[in-house]
């Protein structure tokens, strides 16, 4: 594959960053307004213990997976929100080479993919993907639509036929652009209405969580 470079400024420093490959869709365009970027910990698939909320989980009736790119760990905490309400398993995208801490560098980093199409390589791959029918895509806004890993993600498998349910993590830019995109990824899927939960409010929005959860048939109280 072909080895590409481009430099980042960050103050005073230039940044050499390197990517591999060439990409597949051109996506222009930005958010002043970019999303906290989130640091990976998990890679597989897994069941975690049953939810302790007054909410019943469907997921012996719906095959559900929760799957989420983080960087700062804001999208990871709402992924797991939503597990405990739903069930099902939980799965983080991670990309081979990770993106740095600094969040100014990230930023830069984040911008320079877009506008190259890149897609990252990852290194973590759901197994089973054809048992789920309906899946949660988790991402960080970053520039106004999902990052690029996320990309790479949602084109490494077939979804038709599912149901997808989009839910991200912002600094004020909301959803942006990003179910659209997720839109054109899948065409054969049905998308259903997402969530925006802004950085600083993560630890606080069970019950903005479990709301749109319900909301959108994913969960039903006990009675």
Known sequence: MDRREFIVKSGKTLITYSILGTGLLSLTGCSSNEETMDASTEGTAKELPESASKEQPLSETKKILVAYFTHSGNTREIANQIHESTG????????????????????????????????????????????YNTVFIGYPNWWGTIPMAVFTFLEGYDFSGKTIVPFCTHEGSLLGRSVTDIAKLCPQSTLLDGLAVRGKDVKKAQNKVSQWLREIGMTELKN
């Open 88 to 131: 099902g398993d939980i799965f983080e995208i991670q990309t081979v080479d990770p993106y740095p801490g600094d969040y100014d560098k990230v930023v830069e980093i984040a911008k320079q993919e877009q506008k190259l199409a890149y897609r990252p390589a990852l290194n973590t791959k759901v197994e089973t993907m054809d048992s």
